[in-house]
């Protein structure tokens, strides 16, 4: 990853948590709904990091013309990774 999509990511990342009772208070105002969502939101900086990682490797990915190989890794990160995990963190751990 580049020093400028590093640096865009601890930028974004700093003013989301610190933004981030700001960014909770404009769609809600129960305080146990701003808890509950303010301990979500910690998780979702979590995702900007392979979010910003995914941003800037396109580049290479079409450098490499390799297009086709990303695509089906991709689908199968997908459909083996992120949907079982995302069935077990909700269904089985609450």
């Known amino acids: 990853m580049s020093g400028i999509s590093l640096a865009l990511l601890f930028i974004v990342q700093v003013s989301f948590y610190l933004g981030m009772e700001g ?5 809600t105002t129960d305080p146990a709904v701003a808890e509950l ?6 998780i979702i900086l979590l ?7 995914q941003g800037s490797m396109q580049g290479v990915i ?4 390799v297009q ?8 199968a990160c997908f ?3 992120s949907i ?4 077990v963190l909700v269904f ?3």
């Open 68 to 75: 086709a190989k990303a695509s089906f890794i991709a689908l």
């Open 62 to 65: 079409r450098a490499l013309n």
């Open 84 to 87: 079982p995990l995302a069935y």
């Open 92 to 94: 089985q751990m609450g």
């Open 23 to 27: 960014i909770v208070a404009m769609f």
């Open 37 to 42: 969502t303010q301990s979500c939101m910690v």
């Open 47 to 53: 995702l900007f990091v392979p979010d910003f990682i």
């Open 79 to 81: 459909y083996l990774v």
